[in-house]
């Protein structure tokens, strides 16, 4: 599919709306929206997570969350029907706004021509599973660059389908960000809380918070969306710590053992990481690293914190240099 790349900045108009007032055409209601989608023939496609936000009051909750200024870059991945970037672009020193949809770009760009500061991009957000689009990194490098100082922040309602890619995948990139505000499922942000023994923690929980502090801001029911999905939503606050994450000697070494000891979580330790890395460590050099760490063997993934886990990494590090996933 061709990338369709609209820089507003550069062909319209200069005028801003009143900072946190919606123009008129952009308070998105139900009502609005299913008008508007008949007069377009389309309808929202699942196999997109196109859930669209209808509670106008939530859509600040998520804006005050972000705490946006005129030093942030914002990265909205999902544009949808524009009303989130509409609210973004009043705050922000730009915003940079990637939909895959052609329906919803059209009818985003209705009502986002007036917003100088705003950057469309018509094209995947994602290049694959593992990694962000080229193009949307150059993108948001461009717009930093624009004055010195800026700052990169996520603030979006993320499609459920490429939630965790996006939340997780950005922790990688060239362009770290302040911060990540999102609308992602209430599961997904049970996870990136969740704490040592608790169902929910796992390779993505020990991923974030070993660079981040991390807090679920509001608990969202499913009929404050159009059309309704079928479970709760959440919106989640993810902020980084830039010095917690340099002190991580290897984060990509440690991001692929967390995902590989995790994948049986409940199994003892041990077993993970002689099956792990059975072609550089030997069951005696497994134990050895084990007792440093004063870990009894049957000690299971589940129960070990972050820190914790970071020394883990080290360890193994130091005996495995060039093990990897």
């Not at 369709?4 to 550069?10: L, M």
Request: glycine share 4%; hydrophobic share 45%; aromatic share 6%.
């Amino acid at each position: 599919m061709g990338n369709d790349h609209r820089n507003f900045s550069r062909h319209s108009s200069t005028h801003r709306s009143a900072p946190g007032k919606l123009p008129k055409q952009s308070r998105q209601t139900k009502t609005f929206l299913m008008q508007r989608f008949r007069e377009m023939g389309i309808q929202p496609a699942t196999r997109h997570g196109q859930n669209f936000l209808i509670d106008l009051n939530l859509q600040q909750v998520i804006v005050e969350a972000a705490a946006l200024t005129a030093d942030d870059v914002v990265l909205e991945v999902g544009t949808g029907t524009g009303a989130l970037t509409a609210l973004l672009a009043q705050q922000a020193a730009a915003v940079v706004t990637v939909e895959i949809d052609g329906h919803l770009f059209e009818l985003a760009s209705e009502l986002l021509i007036d917003y100088n500061n705003v950057t469309m991009l018509k094209q995947d957000a994602l290049k694959n599973k593992n990694s962000f689009h080229p193009y949307v990194m150059q993108t948001l490098g461009e717009r930093l660059a624009e004055v010195p100082g800026r700052r990169l922040k996520l603030v979006a309602n993320l499609p459920y389908n490429i939630a965790t890619p996006v939340l997780s995948n950005l922790l990688s990139c060239e362009h770290l960000p302040h911060s990540m505000v999102a609308t992602i499922q209430k599961e997904l942000g049970d996870r990136i809380v969740a704490q040592p023994n608790s169902k929910d923690y796992g390779a993505l929980s020990a991923w974030i918070q070993c660079q981040a502090d991390t807090e679920i801001v509001r608990i969202m029911p499913p009929s404050v969306f159009w059309p309704p999905p079928k479970v709760h939503s959440a919106i989640v606050r993810i902020v980084v710590d830039p010095l917690r994450r340099a002190a991580i000697p290897d984060l990509r070494f440690f991001h692929q053992f967390v995902k590989t000891i995790f994948i049986h979580r409940r199994k003892f330790l041990r077993a993970n990481i002689v099956a792990a890395l059975k072609q550089h460590l030997s069951k005696q050099e497994v134990d050895d690293i084990l007792a440093a760490m004063e870990l009894a063997p049957n000690s299971r993934t589940e129960q070990l914190d972050v820190p914790t886990l970071l020394r883990l990494t080290e360890l193994v590090r130091a005996h495995a240099p060039d093990w990897k996933l």
